[in-house]
């Protein structure tokens, strides 16, 4: 077959010319090459983006986590701890505006918190003048704790078990774990230890303070109780020879810097006799023993 005749000056026709079409139709569909690869120098632009903004969130909730847990457990971020010697009295003024007045032979240690106010009296008497504020008091020993609600308080640790709260302004909440809160308010004592709490009992506002004044109040108080009092204020021990001498009452108000002169009257008072030894011991029994 013959070939078609070509105008004069025509060149022949390529033979790529009639894919061309369909070389732009492709390159429509699929991206070139250099498309491909900068597509992907953005998508891994935005996957590094995406992992800092996830890490930086994360860091940030792995910080307020933190500051959550620091905040609910309260910790203390200065402790500090105060004494007084056999027979001494010391007067400390908090920074807060509170006052703690220690008695005789008393350790107290004084915990600045983030969120509160904490004592630990780890032995001895302590009266308490608490400054409102934010932040709660609270005075813990052994497993009880009393919490101030605006007040003055008096905490005496007994023994190791025993523990004698006095209000004599405001009210203070006490606790411990098994128990029921108790509430005691102004002129109430109360008694907590051994498992329990005891309901709050009348007392006199002068037998709470008392001892800030120099002096010890007893009130049919017994013998075996009125003597561990006055052991508080003495370095040799004084030894109680009998359950009978013990049970015996003693009444009056008797000044702290006089306790040698009422233990050698007390049997001019009760049916007793003192016995001293040379090293200051002193024994104490009935006298019909």
């Known amino acids: 077959m013959s070939e078609p005749p070509r105008r004069t000056g025509e060149a022949p026709a390529a033979a790529g010319d009639a894919l061309q079409p369909f070389k732009e139709a492709l390159r429509e569909r699929f991206p070139s090459r250099e498309a491909l690869l900068a597509e992907g120098r953005a998508q891994t632009l935005r996957q590094q983006q995406r992992q800092s903004r996830n890490k930086r969130l994360a860091a940030s909730g792995l910080a307020l986590a933190l500051l959550a847990a620091v905040v609910v457990a309260d910790p203390a971020w200065h402790v500090a701890e105060l004494r007084t010697a056999v027979g001494e009295r010391l007067v400390v003024n908090l920074a807060d505006g509170s006052r703690v007045t220690l008695n005789t032979g008393t350790v107290l240690r004084v915990e600045q918190r983030l969120r509160s106010r904490q004592f630990e009296l780890a ?87 008392a001892w800030q004044r120099g002096k010890l109040m007893f009130d049919g108080t017994p013998l075996r109780e009125a003597l561990a009092e ?48 040379a090293d200051g011991a002193i024994s104490v029994a009935s006298r019909t023993r």
């Open 123 to 209: 032995g001895g008497q302590a009266f308490f003048s608490v400054a409102h504020g934010p932040r709660p008091f609270i005075v813990r020993s052994g497993e009880v704790a009393v919490r101030d609600i605006g007040t003055a308080f008096d905490v005496h640790r007994l023994d190791a078990e025993q523990l004698r709260v006095g209000v004599t302004e405001g009210s203070v909440e006490i606790t411990r774990p098994g128990s029921a809160p108790r509430i005691a308010r102004a002129g109430e004592l109360v008694q907590a230890g051994n498992g329990r709490i005891d309901t709050p009992q009348p007392v006199t506002l002068a037998r709470v303070e």
């Open 230 to 277: 006055i052991q508080r204020y003495r370095k040799a021990p004084i030894t109680l020879e009998d359950a009978a001498a013990g049970g015996l009452r003693l009444s009056g108000e008797y000044d702290i810097a006089g306790m040698e002169r009422l233990l050698d009257t007390l049997p001019q008072v009760l049916p007793v006799r003192v016995s001293r030894a």
